[in-house]
């Protein structure tokens, strides 16, 4: 499904195939400035959840993790609250830092603040392609 007023993002993405699926996550992690969960399945679920332990156990620090369409998420979460945060799993703070929205404006505005303060990411000159990252002109 679609939500109302998406705006037009430039993405680029290198398809990769991979023979194991702890370098694909590798990947995820160490190319990323945040996590984008979009409506999915099991795989889905399976890198939300690993994304959501390297946050908690720190090995990635402030790194927004974002849900994209609250009526999809809002069940997941509601477990994560009701039942998690209730049995004291997971920290007040794990639960605070995730970010549920409609709104790809608000989404891409968390992730550019984080990106820039963070990893220093700016709006510089812009680079040649480099054939052996698999990035073409």
Known sequence: STWPGWITLTVI???ETMGYF????????????AFIAMPGGFGTMD??????????????KDFPMVFMGKDYWE????FIKDTLLKEQTIDKDDFDKLIVSDSPEEVVEKIRD????RFGVSYG?????RW?????G
């Open 47 to 60: 890198e939300v959840f690993e994304c959501l332990t390297l946050i908690q156990t720190g090995k990635i």
């Open 75 to 78: 069940p997941l979460l509601g």
């Open 114 to 117: 984080v990106a820039m303060k």
């Open 125 to 129: 000159k812009k680079y040649k392609p």
């Open 22 to 33: 702890f370098i694909r996550k590798m990947m995820l992690v160490k190319y990323s400035y």
């Open 13 to 15: 993405m290198v398809m």
């Open 132 to 136: 052996y990252l698999g990035e073409w």
